[in-house]
């Protein structure tokens, strides 16, 4: 698909078709994701595959009874392992680096959907350590987000949006 | 561009040719990253579109002598307004949704520039005091990326990553 028609496609979807979805888009999705930069390309980001019922019912607690989640036929949670940059990049690899580079990832997650046909919601509101306990993540590892997704049985809610020259500036705030 | 060319052929580029970037172009970027998710919709993304020499000057220092930056044409600074999603999200919002935001909008930057024809890279390391007094950034605003644009004058370093196999775990780590 056109990068732009892509683009604008792009929208939250939190309601899916109980259909699978094919191993080849969800590995498609995962190998666009780790193409994902991250500072010092230490590659930080990790991918857990969720298919499991009774899993996904606990990711929908863990993220507040969402209960989209546990409806998606898979569930990808991006996580940042910093045992891979904390090294060089110390405070600022837990507190900053360790959440943009999930994000990248996530981000390219949520596009790559759309080109496959699919729909996604970006789940960013749960408890972490209620995330970290269902998913056996080691202390090091932090969740970043949860991506359920799924064939679409919604046409995406139409948002409005601050205007783009409030949010311009020119050379300084 | 095809939205799988866009994906493969995106590359830190760090070096760029001495001509300015059309804003026609400029403008189709912003409005890609103005089109970024956020969470709650609250939109806190704010972008500084730097052309002037001294403002860049002061950038690279601030980027720890990343002298590309001022060699690019012009430079967008993705910055989150913690004042439009403090009241909602607390703590969250400033220590993690206005980075996670913030990088949705920088990974949008980073393919769109390539399906523009052009080169970019994500400069994650800066002293933050010193890009916010640079740039006169309220206190609640955060600077999270700041990303040198133009035409590549550099073909883009070949990565080698961690096997993809490696960072996936299914159902649980």
């Known amino acids: 698909m056109d990068f732009e028609v892509v683009l604008r496609k792009?929208?939250?979807?939190?309601?899916?078709?109980?259909?699978?979805?094919?191993?080849?888009k969800i590995g498609r999705i995962l190998r666009n994701a780790w193409r994902a930069p991250s500072a010092g390309h230490l590659q930080p980001q990790d991918f857990i595959i969720v298919k499991d019922k009774d899993v996904k019912r606990?990711?929908?607690?863990?993220?507040?009874?969402q209960h989209?989640?546990?409806e998606a036929p898979v569930v990808i949670v991006v996580c940042s392992d910093t045992r891979r940059n904390v090294?060089?990049?110390?405070?600022?690899?837990?507190?900053?680096?360790?959440?943009?580079?999930?994000?990248?990832s996530s981000m390219i997650i949520l596009l790559t959907v759309v080109n496959e046909g699919?729909?996604?919601?970006?789940v960013g509101a749960?408890?972490?350590?209620?995330?970290?306990k269902v998913?056996?993540?080691?202390?090091?590892v932090k969740p970043?987000?949860?991506?359920?997704?799924?064939?679409?049985?919604?046409?995406p809610e139409k948002l409005t949006r601050i205007r783009l020259e409030k949010r311009l500036h020119y050379d300084r705030w």
Do not use: H, N, W
């Open 87 to 104: 090294r060089r990049y110390r405070e600022r690899a837990i507190k900053f680096y360790s959440i943009t580079d999930g994000a990248f």
């Open 68 to 70: 989209f989640i546990e």
């Open 144 to 155: 970043i987000g949860i991506i359920p997704i799924g064939y679409p049985a919604e046409k």
């Open 126 to 132: 749960f408890d972490d350590d209620e995330v970290s």
């Open 118 to 122: 699919l729909g996604a919601c970006l």
């Open 10 to 24: 792009r929208a939250m979807i939190r309601s899916f078709q109980p259909v699978p979805v094919e191993d080849e």
């Open 58 to 65: 606990r990711l929908s607690e863990a993220g507040f009874d």
């Open 135 to 140: 998913l056996g993540l080691p202390k090091e």
